[in-house]
């Protein structure tokens, strides 16, 4: 298995644009994981989803922040519009019920200009 | 409040010593896993080793293995033989049984002196 596929590796966005960003879990995993890392705040759960349901939004930061998983295999984190403050490394992670751990896909930093 | 705690911001080894990183734990609950991940300067999230609670027996993963004290509610991380490579972050985590979320700790920082 390649693990999980996150994408774009990094990304560069004026504030006010939208910004999407992609991951693909590890096949069989039931639960995915959005991360949020930053220096301050360290990692921040924003949402995840079992059996691509989301189950607990409760840290998505504000209404600009969205994310979808129309199916088992695909995960959208949206931003719109992006803020300077959105800048950080954000995480995919998959998970088979949460007993072996998760596994992270590579991240994507992002910047806001 | 359900909590992990690693106390130890940053820790410095010499290379091919022996060094213990520290985390604690809250929890009101009998069964639960434990976790550390290690994440290196690439940011990439790597699971280092997995203890399950109900075993009484500490993980080993080669030159890493943990001290588990369940009724002291601690997990530390010992690394053996420490090398250049294993310069990284290292977050420890706790399974909630009520959910698929793992609860983190802030991190330690480790340094590998040559």
């Known amino acids: 298995d390649a693990g999980v596929i996150q994408s774009p590796r990094h990304e560069v966005t004026e504030m006010g644009q939208e910004v999407t960003l992609r991951c693909k879990p590890i096949?069989?995993?039931?639960?995915l994981f959005w991360y949020r890392q930053t220096m301050m705040r360290g990692l921040e759960l924003l949402i995840y989803?079992?059996?691509?349901?989301?189950?607990?939004d409760s840290g998505m930061p504000e209404d600009r922040f969205s994310a979808k998983m129309p199916n088992a295999s695909f995960s959208t984190l949206k931003i719109q519009p992006s803020e300077p403050r959105d800048s950080a490394v954000y995480f995919c992670?998959?998970?088979?019920?949460?007993?072996?751990?998760?596994?992270f896909g590579s991240g994507t930093r992002l910047t806001v200009v | 409040a359900q909590t992990v705690t690693q106390s130890q911001p940053e820790m410095s080894v010499q290379e091919a010593e022996t060094v213990t990183l520290s985390c604690t734990y809250d929890?009101?609950?009998?069964?639960?896993?434990l976790f550390w991940y290690k994440q290196p300067p690439s940011r990439q999230m790597i699971l280092v080793i997995r203890?399950?609670?109900?075993k009484q027996q500490n993980a080993t993963e080669n030159r890493f293995s943990v001290n588990f004290q369940k009724a002291a509610k601690s997990f530390s991380l010992k690394i053996s033989d420490s090398q250049l490579g294993d310069a990284a972050m290292y977050f420890c985590?706790?399974?909630?049984?009520?959910?698929?979320?793992?609860?983190w700790g802030a991190g330690t920082k480790l340094i590998i002196k040559p």
């Open positions: 992670a998959s998970s088979l019920a949460g007993i072996y751990g998760y596994t």
């Open positions: 096949s069989g995993h039931n639960s």
């Open positions: 989803f079992n059996n691509n349901v989301p189950i607990d």
């Open positions: 929890t009101s609950e009998s069964d639960y896993y």
């Open positions: 203890q399950e609670a109900y």
């Open positions: 985590a706790r399974s909630m049984d009520s959910n698929y979320q793992l609860i």
